[in-house]
């Protein structure tokens, strides 16, 4: 593993995150890229700031800062050694999100000093993630930033809160237990250990139904050495960590390896909830956990067992939707939808059950569904305000937005027709038959007979010049048939989960048209007035919808 990482990040160009031109560079594109058309460009940002959204990358910026004190668990290593984990962040926000993510390190250990860098930095960006940083200080730094008017989000915090409460949400309603109800042991109390009991008190877990330990035990009113986020959750009475999980119905660890033993589980109330977040090694591993209580759920933070806990679910969508709602921060409104947004995913599953309460790190439907209603949430809070056709479209076309074979299409579509069947020419005769917006063209197609019935399948769009694809599922589930046969096009389909977000997607004004099934028939309806059916022709013939098509009945 040592090996293949160092020749990853060494191979050329070194690192893994970088910079690209966005608009054309032509020697005609020279004089307004720079002098002197740039000038036009200042001088409205230098009349109205706000302008700066319009006509810079500011929007889609975000800053990645570090200091390296508390890299990942490794400790204090350092800024500069931080470095790749930044990159890192970088390459996620934007491979799961499309944003533009550009790592600092900052060699400074005075949080005054790191504030005031960063205060003196902000303008560049459209928002700030905090990123290992130790505790106490990354508290302070992130609440006094709040007013800088951009998003600064602590991602090791509220990152790790949304996805363990998503999680733990839908473990509760697998137990049929509520919030306000349960008993919860926290091993470990640092700065995503406090924040996950705020994010959870803020769900309506009681703060009298709190136990928390730290590498010096229980955290009692009686202790002196507790910091101000510590003591809020101080128990009155002193105990061991065995004797606190006796009739508790949750245990979260952030803490350490193997530091929760199998026996100590056969005390707690039935269905124990087990999240053994500890990375690399957790508490205690999910098959000895089970071997001590055959009926608890389990998670960890590792992506070789059931139910990981990881950041990636939250980090990309919320700062996603936090820019395209033009949000001055990130509130709890906000973070609850991204939390309702990650758990409903899972819960709309099949797959949903002890062993699936959290969708996977890599389901494409994150991208739309938790981005967009984190933007919904920051116009509804006050947090952001309601840019017309904004940041819907943001999400759609820049989802993935730089990924190499995302919009390859063109390139690899080169077709010879005179080789092609004689049904698939008359279909390409056919294609510049005006086609009204109500109309329909139906086409027996076999392979599908057995799939789904009346189900919209796919909606093919064409946004900016980059096409993609979104399609429905039948029954929560992904229609295997159609995704085989796309499966080798480098455009990756974005899934959507329900009727209502199908109705917004047809709206947008580069939707190009509907593929349907309807019992054994695939209906295609398409927009005539944009001139983009070819995008939805390719896309069939790439995809082999072609096996067996009637004569030409398009009208």
Same mark, same amino acid.
């Given at each position: 593993m040592k090996e293949k990482a160092l020749i990853y990040?060494?191979?050329?160009?070194?690192?893994?995150?970088?910079?690209? !031109?966005?608009?054309?560079?032509?020697?005609?594109? &020279?004089?307004? $890229?720079?002098?002197?058309? =740039? %000038?036009?460009?200042?001088?409205? !940002?230098?009349?109205?700031?706000?302008?700066?959204? &319009?006509?810079? $990358?500011?929007?889609?910026? =975000? %800053?990645?800062?570090?200091?390296?004190?508390?890299?990942?668990?490794?400790?204090?290593?350092?800024?500069? $050694?931080?470095?790749?984990v930044m990159e890192g962040k970088c390459m996620l926000m934007n491979k799961m999100a499309g944003i533009d993510g550009i790592d600092i390190e900052i060699n400074e250990s005075d949080p005054d000093k790191i504030i005031e860098i960063i205060k003196k930095i902000s303008p560049t960006f459209g928002a700030i993630n905090l990123e290992d940083i130790k505790s106490p200080e990354c508290f302070y730094i992130e609440k006094e930033l709040q007013n800088l008017g951009i998003p600064v989000f602590h991602d090791d915090q509220h990152g790790t809160a949304i996805v363990t409460a998503a999680g733990l949400e839908n473990a509760l309603k697998l137990t049929n237990r509520s919030w306000s109800e349960i008993t919860l042991v926290m091993n470990?109390?640092?700065?995503?250990?406090?924040?996950?009991?705020?994010?959870?008190?803020?769900?309506?877990?009681?703060?009298?139904?709190?136990?928390?330990?730290?590498?010096?035990?229980?955290?009692?009113?009686?202790?002196?050495?507790?910091?101000?986020?510590?003591?809020?959750?101080?128990?009155?009475?002193?105990?061991?960590?065995?004797?606190?999980?006796?009739?508790?119905?949750?245990?979260v660890g952030v803490s350490c390896a193997n530091a929760l033993e199998p026996a100590w589980l056969k005390s707690m109330n039935p269905n124990p909830i087990i999240f053994a977040l500890a990375n690399p090694d957790p508490e205690i591993l999910p098959n000895l956990a089970r071997e001590a209580r055959q009926d608890c759920i389990v998670a960890t933070g590792r992506s070789d067992f059931p139910n990981q806990i990881n950041n990636v679910l939250c980090f990309p969508y919320i700062f996603r939707g936090a820019l395209d709602s033009g949000a001055k921060f990130i509130n709890d409104d906000m973070k609850k939808a991204c939390v309702e947004s990650i758990a409903s995913l899972a819960r709309n599953d099949d797959k949903f059950g002890p062993e699936y309460i959290i969708p996977n790190a890599l389901d494409e439907r994150l991208g739309l569904v938790v981005s967009q209603n984190v933007a919904k949430a920051a116009i509804k809070s006050g947090a952001g305000h309601s840019v017309a056709d904004q940041y819907g479209r943001c999400i759609e076309s820049r989802l993935n937005e730089y990924s190499a074979n995302y919009f390859s299409m063109y390139k690899k579509c080169s077709i010879d027709l005179t080789e092609a069947p004689r049904d698939l020419t008359l279909f390409l005769d056919a294609w510049d038959t005006p086609v009204d917006n109500c109309r329909q063209s139906t086409y027996a197609i076999a392979p599908f007979q057995k799939s789904c019935t009346e189900e919209k399948l796919l909606w093919i769009f064409n946004i900016d010049h980059k096409p993609w694809i979104a399609y429905s599922t039948n029954n929560n589930r992904l229609v295997k048939p159609m995704l085989e046969r796309l499966s080798f096009l480098d455009i990756p389909p974005v899934p959507v989960t329900s009727l209502e977000q199908c109705k917004i997607l047809e709206k947008i004004d580069s939707f190009c048209g509907i593929l349907s099934l309807n019992g054994n028939a695939l209906n295609m309806k398409f927009n005539a007035k944009l001139g983009t059916r070819s995008i939805a022709y390719l896309t069939l013939i790439l995809s082999g919808v072609i096996d067996e098509f009637s004569s030409n009945k398009v009208t």
């Open positions: 990040h060494s191979n050329f160009p070194q690192g893994k995150w970088g910079t690209r !031109i966005t608009k054309p560079s032509g020697p005609s594109d &020279l004089s307004l $890229a720079y002098s002197p058309g =740039v %000038a036009y460009p200042c001088l409205e !940002i230098q009349n109205n700031p706000e302008d700066a959204k &319009l006509y810079t $990358a500011k929007q889609n910026i =975000v %800053a990645v800062i570090s200091n390296g004190t508390a890299v990942l668990g490794l400790g204090n290593i350092g800024a500069l $050694a931080s470095k790749p470990g109390a640092g700065a995503a250990g406090i924040a996950c009991l705020d994010m959870m008190v803020s769900m309506g877990l009681q703060t009298k139904n709190i136990m928390v330990f730290d590498s010096k035990g229980l955290l009692t009113i009686e202790r002196s050495d507790l910091t101000g986020q510590k003591r809020k959750y101080a128990s009155v009475e002193s105990c061991s960590l065995e004797d606190a999980l006796n009739g508790a119905d949750v245990f």
